[in-house]
Every structure is written in structure tokens, then in C-alpha cells.
């Protein structure tokens, strides 16, 4: 019984993750070192500096790693990202940029939500 209802919440939070990951995104959001660095709106082609090392740069609704002083540079070669929940993660440098819904309202009714 208990098993049961542990495998349905499992079973509802993949498919969960899995149609928001299906989702385009509407910003970018950055944090460095745990704490929110700033967000950014994909439907504004811009690059950011994010700390001393890493510089990101948003493209027609995609945003990438465009460069890193890290050693292993995998940030860079994840590339572009534009699903919501997508994320780039800089783990030498304990930055991560994640893609989101509109405003931010992650989960929920985004069309409930007035500009
Ligand atoms: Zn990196």
C-alpha cells in the first residue's frame, strides 16, 4: 500500500519534470555560488558577464555557456538550452543557469498569470 502510493508520486513527478522539460522557456535564470545572480528574458538576444568567469549569451530564445575560465569547460559544451527546467551547470565555478516559465512561476497555471 505504502509502495504503492510511493511509486504513483514518483510516477507523477517524472512525468512532471518531463512535460515542463518539454516546454520552451521564457528566461534564463542565473545563480552563482547558490544565490540568484539575475534573470533574463530569452526573447532579448543580450550576453552577461556572470562573476569574473563566465559569460553567457542569449540567442533567439536559446541561452549557452558562451565562454568559461573554468578548467573543464563542460559549461560551454553543453551548448544551447532553450526547454524550461534545462539546465547548464558551471561546477568549478558554482554557477547554474536554468531555463524557466514565464516570470518565473515555475509549475501552475502560467495562462492565469496577467502582465
Ligand atoms: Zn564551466
Known amino acids: 500500500m505504502v509502495l504503492g502510493v510511493a511509486v504513483l508520486v514518483f510516477c507523477a513527478v ?3 519534470i ?3 522539460s518539454q516546454r520552451e522557456g521564457a528566461y534564463a535564470l542565473v545563480k552563482l555560488d547558490g544565490q540568484v545572480y539575475g534573470r533574463y528574458a530569452l526573447d532579448e538576444d543580450q550576453e552577461i558577464d556572470i ?3 563566465n559569460h553567457i549569451a542569449i540567442e533567439d530564445g536559446t541561452v549557452r555557456m558562451a565562454d568559461a575560465d573554468c578548467p573543464d569547460r563542460i559549461c560551454v559544451r553543453q551548448g544551447r538550452i532553450s526547454a524550461e ?3 547548464i551547470t558551471c561546477m568549478p565555478n558554482r554557477v547554474t543557469v ?3 516559465g514565464s ?3 515555475d509549475e501552475g497555471a502560467p495562462d492565469a498569470i496577467a502582465y
Open 85 to 87: 527546467g534545462a539546465l
Open 103 to 105: 516570470a518565473g512561476e
Open 51 to 53: 562573476g569574473s568567469g
Open 18 to 20: 518531463r512535460l515542463a
Open 14 to 16: 517524472w512525468l512532471g
Open 98 to 100: 536554468q531555463v524557466q
